[in-house]
């Protein structure tokens, strides 16, 4: 008798959207505080008006983040295996005790800060940025361990990671200031030296994200073959329109000729490269996420 087995698998992805948000949030936290920090951790009295406005939005979107990454994994109530059965060589183990230390920190630093002792101020400033470097950069470490993975798998993600949140930070800062500024101010007047100053910060930073990228894709063109399939993915495949047109062109190309070129550096172009930015940057999150798994494992 002959015998014919036939298996339907179906491709399932580990990560997904809530995922890219969650990634996304904790860059925009991170990014927010270290730029709390300029003033209060290392001198730079230009950007102290900012540090408050910092402090209270990396801790209020670190609060936010976990909520997506609880959605996501299915079963939020044992959440707390993560704290008990340890796996010192997996990043998920050392992000969760990080996911814990951050805000706590971020509430010590902000109660300080509002209580105006600078000098405590300065030293859980200080402490506070390697947890904030530590909480996003761990996500980029959990991509590039993916070695199957050819998007993810290089070791510039974590790097690229922190950039991206930087920029993406920024963005958010100047928008905040600006609506802070206008609405909930006594004198409902904009700083806008602060704002252009923020924008020529934001356009140095966006040079180097897209270096980061570019170096990436260059490594990945000319490698292997599953890495040429994922830069054929995102250069010409399903994620093309989504990398060149809305992350890189109107998310990064576009914002840094609206803060570089002087004829355009205005308040109006600043708001404007800022919103760009902002959407920018959760694309590339959504494109590295989604993006990496859409080849399927052969």
């Known amino acids: 008798m002959d015998t014919q ?31 709390s920090t300029l003033a209060y951790s290392f001198g730079m009295d230009q950007y102290k008006s900012i540090g408050k406005v910092g402090v209270v939005l990396a801790t209020v979107l670190l609060v936010i983040a976990p909520f997506f990454l609880l959605i996501h994994i299915g079963m939020p109530h044992r959440a707390w295996h993560l704290f008990v059965y340890l ?9 969760s005790f990080l996911l814990v230390l951050y805000p706590i920190n971020c509430i010590i630093y902000g109660y300080f800060m509002f209580k105006g002792h600078i000098k405590l101020t300065r030293i859980f400033g200080l402490i506070g940025i390697p947890l904030a470097i530590s909480v996003h950069g761990y996500t980029g470490f959990i991509l590039a361990f993916g070695k199957a993975r050819a998007l993810w798998n290089t070791a510039i993600m974590p790097i690229l990671f922190l950039a ?10 100047i928008l905040v200031c600006i609506i802070k500024d206008r609405f909930f ?16 910060l934001l356009a140095w930073m966006i040079v180097f994200d897209l270096f980061l990228v570019g ?13 040429q399939a994922a830069a054929h993915l995102i250069l010409s495949g399903k994620f093309s329109i989504l990398f060149l047109l809305v992350e890189n ?7 840094f000729i609206l803060l570089a070129v002087p004829g355009f550096r205005r308040l109006t172009t600043v708001i404007i490269a800022s919103i760009l930015v902002i959407f920018g ?18």
């Open 5 to 35: 087995i036939l298996y339907n698998i179906f491709h399932q992805d580990a990560f997904g959207l809530n995922i890219a948000i969650y990634f996304y949030l904790t860059g925009l936290s991170a990014g927010s505080f270290i730029l």
């Open 87 to 95: 796996n010192m060589a997996s990043p998920i183990t050392w992000g």
């Open 164 to 173: 991206s949140a930087i920029v993406s930070g920024i963005a958010l800062m």
């Open 185 to 200: 101010s006594k004198e409902k007047k904009i700083n806008q030296e602060l704002i252009l100053n923020l924008g020529k």
């Open 215 to 227: 170096s990436d894709l260059i490594v990945l063109a000319i490698s292997h073959s599953d890495a």
């Open 249 to 255: 062109l109107l998310g990064k190309i576009l914002p």
């Open 281 to 298: 940057i959760f694309f590339m999150r959504y494109i590295v996420v989604v993006g990496g798994e859409f080849l399927p494992l052969l």
